[in-house]
T-cell receptor
Framework: AQKITQTQPGMFVQEKEAVTLDCTYD???????LFWYKQPSSGEMIFLIY??????QNATEGRYSLNFQKARKSANLVISASQLGDSAMYFC??????????FGAGTRLFVKA | DVKVTQSSRYLVKRTGEKVFLECVQD?????MFWYRQDPGLGLRLIYF???????EKGDIPEGYSVSREKKERFSLILESASTNQTSMYLC?????????????FGPGTRLTVT
């Protein structure tokens, strides 16, 4: 069965520090895509970063990077130099082709000033 | 920029009422989705549509139906609202193509059924 697991319901980080949000996935499909979305308190889901299963290098987008460890089936999000505006819910998600994307339960990140 | 809009940000309905949630996208995307979001459960797919008048059940379709009469509009219908349908509802769209995995989300509708 395909599954996304986010084991950290909530996390705190000091402003300007880096933080890692954990995500593990389970699929038997060799081809898949992994995503991270951010959901501020306003409710909209904002796409952050994408990693394909055949990508050799870890994806990076500005202060966001995805630490992809295929053998461990993990796709952790690293946010460098946290900002107050990073306080939000973060969802890890997976698509194995077709129309269905499955989401994890989410991690709520609190950035402290 | 892709824009996905939802008819209401907040909605309060009574048990047994018929409820319509509307979603409109302006980028000619073929695929549209309805999710519900509950604490600790993430987003769960209710229904999706890959073309006009075409629909497929997601993981939790019970108690819901959908309508897609036009490409840009995807409606979620609660035939007889119940309190366990109190939730956040998110609509999303997705263009077709192998590279098109990023979904574009609307702002969400927080529905309360009393």
């Amino acid at each position: 069965a395909q599954k996304i697991t986010q084991t950290q319901p909530g996390m705190f980080v000091q402003e300007k520090e880096a933080v890692t949000l954990d995500c593990t996935y389970d699929t038997s499909d060799p081809s898949y895509g992994l995503f991270w979305y951010k959901q501020p308190s306003s409710g909209e889901m904002i796409f952050l970063i994408y990693q394909g299963s055949y990508d050799q290098q870890n994806a990076t987008e500005g202060r966001y990077s995805l630490n992809f460890q295929k053998a461990r089936k993990s796709a952790n999000l690293v946010i460098s130099a946290s900002q107050l505006g990073d306080s939000a819910m973060y969802f890890c998600a997976m698509n194995t082709g077709g129309f269905k994307t499955i989401f994890g339960a989410g991690t709520r990140l609190f950035v402290k000033a | 920029d892709v824009k996905v809009t939802q008819s209401s940000r907040y909605l309060v309905k009574r048990t047994g009422e018929k409820v319509f949630l509307e979603c409109v996208q302006d980028m000619d995307h073929e695929n549209m989705f309805w999710y519900r979001q509950d604490p600790g459960l993430g987003l769960r797919l209710i229904y999706f549509s890959y073309d006009v008048k075409m629909k497929e059940k997601g993981d939790i379709p019970e108690g819901y139906s959908v309508s897609r009469e036009k490409k840009e509009r995807f409606s979620l219908i609660l035939e007889s609202a119940s309190t366990n349908q109190t939730s956040m509802y998110l609509c999303a769209s997705l263009p077709s193509g192998l590279e098109s995995y990023e979904q574009y989300f609307g702002p969400g509708t927080r529905l309360t059924v009393t």
